[in-house]
């Protein structure tokens, strides 16, 4: 989950860059964009699969593996909405390959998916955020888990200005504000960048202790 997050956190961070844009050309800029969203679908696909398969202390873990609607949860609230979210920013950057889109199937196919898509990471980041801190605000710099989501929630805030500023006029096909939505995105893509590179200490830190307690 760590290294394909991070991996299309890269991806959305780079294909952000005017840099980058400029050299490769608008087409594939949007097919950065693409395989951006199908390494972030590839982990939010794993990340909801590890939240089902993470039966309560009560279940019959032979039982969990078939209990997919766990609406009790919030692991499993906020990992189901993150990947609805990846399937929209799949439409959203899908569809901007297309060679040419008229003004209104850009507003309705590129950019509101990418606004339900933002929304959907923002719920997401929220729900996990409330629930590492048990409430709606919390100090703990020593938990890793506490940075990850941290970080993860300024990304889909950023991903969430980012839309408002990539937003289509529908009759013209004018852009609202490309260059805040383009520095909105790095912004973004780097929070997630940084939360899926933290995923990675938090495992090993999860792992030593499990073996700790085995040992014991």
């Known amino acids: 989950m760590a ?13 952000a860059t005017s840099v980058y844009a400029d050299a490769v050309g608008t087409r594939w800029d949007n097919v950065t964009f693409f395989v951006g969203s199908l390494f972030f679908t590839s982990a939010g696909f794993l990340t909801y699969r590890e939240a089902v398969d993470a ?49 209104h199937a850009a507003h309705d196919h590129v950019w509101r998916p ?11 980041s929220g729900l996990a955020w409330f629930e590492v801190c048990h409430g709606w605000a919390a100090w703990r710099p020593k938990d890793w888990a506490w940075w990850i989501t941290l970080a993860n ?11 408002v500023g990539a937003y289509v006029n529908p009759v013209s096909g004018q852009v609202h504000n490309a260059q805040e939505a383009a520095v909105q995105t790095l912004i973004g893509a780097v ?26």
Do not use: K
């Not at 290294?3 to 294909?15: E, H, Q, R």
């Not at 960048?193 to 202790?209: I, K, N, Q």
């Open 3 to 15: 290294v394909l997050f991070a991996v299309g956190s890269l991806l959305f961070a780079v294909g």
């Open 153 to 163: 929630l300024v990304g889909s805030v950023a991903f969430g200005v980012s839309a």
């Open 55 to 103: 039966a309560p202390p009560a279940m019959n873990p032979a039982d969990r593996r078939v209990l997919v609607y766990q609406p009790q949860r919030i692991d499993w609230w906020a990992s189901g909405v993150q990947l609805i979210g990846t399937l929209f920013f799949n439409v959203s950057t899908g569809t901007a390959l297309a060679a040419s889109l008229s003004p």
């Open 191 to 216: 929070c997630f960048f940084v939360g899926a590179v933290l995923l990675l200490p938090e495992r090993t830190e999860h792992t030593g202790e499990r073996a700790a307690a085995t040992t014991a």
């Open 114 to 124: 990418d606004a339900l898509g933002s929304v959907c990471f923002l719920v997401s």
